[in-house]
């Protein structure tokens, strides 16, 4: 009896030990943004409208490291996401946020300005 309850005793402490070491798994921070600090003022509110909207449907890395710098494609892409149930896009967001596109396509933003999300959050707070 001495045995068995040494081995499930044993296997018991191997469980926890296991369950512990997996729950302090701990990964880097996801990107998720730029801060808006860090590019022109003019720039900021093209910029948040932009995470507003896009983060809505997909992680904002997915256009920020996209590497595409064809305005004509970015034009085509936000009328594609325009026209998907809930993404909230207007046709009136989509002069600022492809007027954003085109200052992130144009080379202006640097690998500096790109943060984890939790560097920053928006100013604003909440949905309009």
């Known amino acids: 009896m001495t045995n068995r309850r040494a081995r499930v005793s044993t296997a018991l402490s191997v469980l926890v030990l296991t369950l512990a070491l997996a729950s302090c798994r701990h990964d880097p921070p996801r990107f998720e943004g730029l801060d808006p600090q860090q590019m022109p003022e003019d720039m900021r509110?093209?910029?948040a409208l932009f995470a507003h909207r896009c983060s809505k449907c997909?992680?904002?890395a997915r256009p920020?490291?996209?590497g595409i710098t064809d305005d004509a494609f970015w034009a085509d892409y936000v009328e594609r996401?325009?026209?998907q149930p809930g993404s909230g896009i207007s046709r009136e967001d989509t002069t600022p946020i492809l007027r954003f596109l085109h200052y992130?396509?144009?080379g202006q933003l640097s690998k500096r300005d790109l943060h984890p999300a939790a560097a920053f959050a928006l100013r604003d707070g909440g949905d309009e």
């Open 64 to 66: 920020l490291q996209s």
């Open 58 to 60: 997909h992680s904002l």
């Open 81 to 83: 996401m325009r026209l």
């Open 45 to 47: 509110s093209d910029y």
């Open 104 to 106: 992130l396509s144009s």
